[in-house]
């Protein structure tokens, strides 16, 4: 467990695939790619109780979960996807790393995380599967840590595409959004609801620093965790179209002092 430091990124590689732990674009689905150099397979580690982790998307903010679905054709065991922070129970984001001959990610009732495909490299799903045999372990369950340092300042957000088509027939998300109040009083200096149309993040900023009346650069969107922290809201939103929590943090507040981000870069 040392490998994972509490509020630090990693990534975690798959030994016998190379490949990286990767939060899909659709904000539910992880699988395994070869990009390194992304948020995508950058993940948040949390501490449980001391003896478990929690692992949280910084792209997206889903936790690495296990389902009670069967893995897709072609892959072993049960599904994994990420599940939002308002998920009613922990149970199915509760993770053991165990240090064997390789490290093993075991989930709290269910397995091993494990990659897929070594024989048919289209299949680049992850799930979680029960080691049968102890003295015949797949090294498809083995993981690589690999930490991801802190960068000091927020990269920049991706400027959106040009699309031909107008923004109204962009697909429309909801967006709930709260501006905590940081002076101590408790409650909340604004919040609301909106539509937003598209996967744009900057366009999303600009939006929503205009309804609450701030400068652009005066912000910074975060998403919730099941712990408090915040994490910051830094690539196009997923495909899914799920509707969105936004916490407002304002540029030089102890909460923005808080915020860290992965050095993907490095």
């Given at each position: 467990m040392e490998q994972f430091q509490d509020g630090h990124h990693v990534r975690l590689r798959s030994r016998e695939r190379g490949t990286y732990l990767h939060a899909d674009d659709d904000g539910l689905g992880v699988s395994i790619q070869r990009l390194r150099v992304s948020m995508n397979v950058a993940w948040l580690v949390h501490l449980y109780r001391g003896q478990y982790l929690l692992l949280q998307s910084a792209a997206?903010?889903?936790?690495?979960?296990?389902?009670?679905?069967?893995?897709r054709r072609g892959h072993r065991g049960l599904r994994v996807e990420q599940l939002s922070y308002y998920h009613p129970e922990v149970e199915p984001m509760l993770w053991q790393a165990v240090q064997l001959e390789g490290l093993f990610l075991n989930h709290f009732n269910s397995g091993n995380l494990r990659a897929n495909g070594r024989y048919r490299r289209w299949n680049n799903g992850v799930s979680v599967d029960r080691?049968?045999?102890?003295?015949?372990?797949?090294?498809?369950?083995?993981?690589?840590?690999?930490?991801?340092?802190?960068?000091?300042?927020?990269?920049?957000l991706p400027r959106p595409l040009l699309l031909p088509i107008p923004a109204a027939m962009l697909r429309p998300r909801l967006i709930m959004y709260?501006?905590?109040?940081?002076?101590?009083?408790?409650?909340?200096?604004?919040?609301?609801?909106?539509?937003?149309?598209?996967?744009?993040?900057?366009?999303?900023?600009?939006?929503?620093?205009?309804?609450?009346?701030?400068?652009?650069?005066?912000?910074?969107?975060?998403?919730?965790?099941?712990?408090?922290?915040?994490?910051?809201?830094?690539?196009?939103?997923?495909?899914?179209?799920?509707?969105?929590?936004?916490?407002?943090?304002?540029?030089?507040?102890?909460?923005?002092?808080?915020?860290?981000?992965?050095?993907?870069?490095?």
């Amino acid at each position: 467990m040392e490998q994972f430091q509490d509020g630090h990124h990693v990534r975690l590689r798959s030994r016998e695939r190379g490949t990286y732990l990767h939060a899909d674009d659709d904000g539910l689905g992880v699988s395994i790619q070869r990009l390194r150099v992304s948020m995508n397979v950058a993940w948040l580690v949390h501490l449980y109780r001391g003896q478990y982790l929690l692992l949280q998307s910084a792209a997206y903010g889903g936790y690495l979960a296990v389902t009670g679905a069967p893995a897709r054709r072609g892959h072993r065991g049960l599904r994994v996807e990420q599940l939002s922070y308002y998920h009613p129970e922990v149970e199915p984001m509760l993770w053991q790393a165990v240090q064997l001959e390789g490290l093993f990610l075991n989930h709290f009732n269910s397995g091993n995380l494990r990659a897929n495909g070594r024989y048919r490299r289209w299949n680049n799903g992850v799930s979680v599967d029960r080691i049968e045999d102890v003295n015949n372990i797949s090294t498809m369950m083995h993981w690589v840590v690999e930490a991801i340092p802190a960068r000091e300042i927020m990269p920049r957000l991706p400027r959106p595409l040009l699309l031909p088509i107008p923004a109204a027939m962009l697909r429309p998300r909801l967006i709930m959004y709260v501006w905590p109040n940081i002076q101590g009083q408790g409650g909340l200096l604004n919040q609301g609801t909106f539509v937003f149309g598209g996967r744009s993040v900057f366009d999303l900023r600009n939006e929503l620093a205009r309804r609450v009346e701030l400068e652009v650069a005066q912000l910074v969107m975060c998403l919730p965790t099941r712990n408090g922290r915040l994490i910051p809201l830094l690539v196009d939103l997923p495909r899914s179209g799920q509707t969105l929590h936004i916490i407002i943090v304002i540029v030089g507040s102890p909460a923005h002092a808080a915020l860290r981000y992965a050095d993907v870069h490095a």
